[in-house]
């Protein structure tokens, strides 16, 4: 087995790195920022690329002695719609030219809403927001591939170097000692995963042949409140500030400014009424899932921001 992670210098692409390292499997960690790649991955285990999903020749020569390509690669939602179909496109070339695996970290937006709020792989997907068709249009390439691929949904990401999440937005302000901001209603329970957690729960699924082809939940450990998220951030920084909640009304007028928030506000649905992932398919096919207490981690995530700063 080798590994290429696709997205590697994102939350969960680094995770997915880092467990692959651990495990001592072969791994192209691969990003345009190939600066980057090697500030973030400085052991010589971890073969660095900088590879451009957009660039089909590129992307198929720099992989072609890969059998399993991890998809993490995150762009802005604003180009979701042109962007993600050709990244799509060529990187399933690209595996079907080198006879590889596609494994693909997806989130929960093809889901929409659910009566009761609680997910399986068994419930319909009726995307009813413009990023869950898109989603959903994406999965169904997979489907029609001849690539055998996993698709894997995960509920809102933290972690070690998860930067472009909910909860590290809140988590920048607090260590900065700035007004800090949630977003939604601080009072309602939500479900997070660790992405340590999540790659290692990922590649439990990726190593078996059986578990391809195949659409998997990986939930996190349990759900939480943004009262209960902000009292542990407070007990290990020295931030006393209110952290105030972003509304959706709120959300729309920064979305004036901020292009990215802008493109939130139909996925405002998540804060109001959460979807939340069952994983008895993992449990009863695979094994216990991986589950940090939300204590320990947002702890070690608080840790590892503070020593950014200061390297």
């Known amino acids: 087995m080798k590994a290429v992670v696709l997205g590697a210098s994102g939350g969960m692409g680094y995770a997915l790195v880092e467990e692959l390292r651990a495990r001592k499997i072969k791994t192209v960690a691969a990003a345009r920022n190939l600066e980057k790649l090697q500030a973030y991955f400085p052991s010589q285990d971890i073969i660095k690329a900088s590879i451009d999903v957009f660039d089909l020749a590129s992307l198929i020569q720099e992989t ?16 979701w719609e042109k962007d993600l179909p050709i990244i799509f496109g060529n990187v399933i070339t690209a595996a079907t030219k080198n006879n590889a695996k596609i494994i693909l970290v997806d989130n929960i937006y093809a889901y929409g809403e659910s009566n009761n709020n609680i997910v399986s792989e068994e419930t319909l997907m009726q995307p009813h927001t413009k990023k869950g068709k898109i989603r959903l249009q994406l999965a169904n390439m997979l489907h029609l591939s001849n690539v055998p691929y996993i698709i894997a949904h995960f509920p809102d990401f933290y972690g070690p170097n998860a930067i472009s999440t909910l909860l590290h937005y809140t988590f920048d302000l607090i260590i900065q000692n700035k007004m800090a901001r949630y977003l939604g209603d601080q009072k309602i329970a939500r479900e997070f995963i660790y992405t340590p957690d999540g790659a290692k729960a990922l590649l439990e699924i990726a190593i078996n042949e059986d578990n391809y082809n195949q659409h998997w939940n990986i939930p996190g ?87 950014s700063i200061h390297s």
């Open 221 to 307: 450990a349990g759900t939480i409140t943004g009262e209960e998220i902000i009292a542990i951030a407070k007990s290990q920084t020295n931030y006393s500030k209110k952290v105030g909640t972003v509304n959706k009304n709120m959300l729309r007028f920064i979305g004036l400014f901020d292009a990215q928030l802008k493109e939130a506000v139909e996925l405002y649905y998540l804060f109001e009424r959460p979807v939340v992932l069952d994983g008895k398919k993992y449990e009863e096919n695979i094994g216990k899932l991986p589950a940090t207490p939300y204590s320990q981690g947002i702890t070690e995530t608080l840790s590892f921001m503070k020593r």
């Open 64 to 79: 072609k002695d890969c059998t399993h390509f991890f998809l993490t690669v995150n762009i802005s939602y604003s180009k």
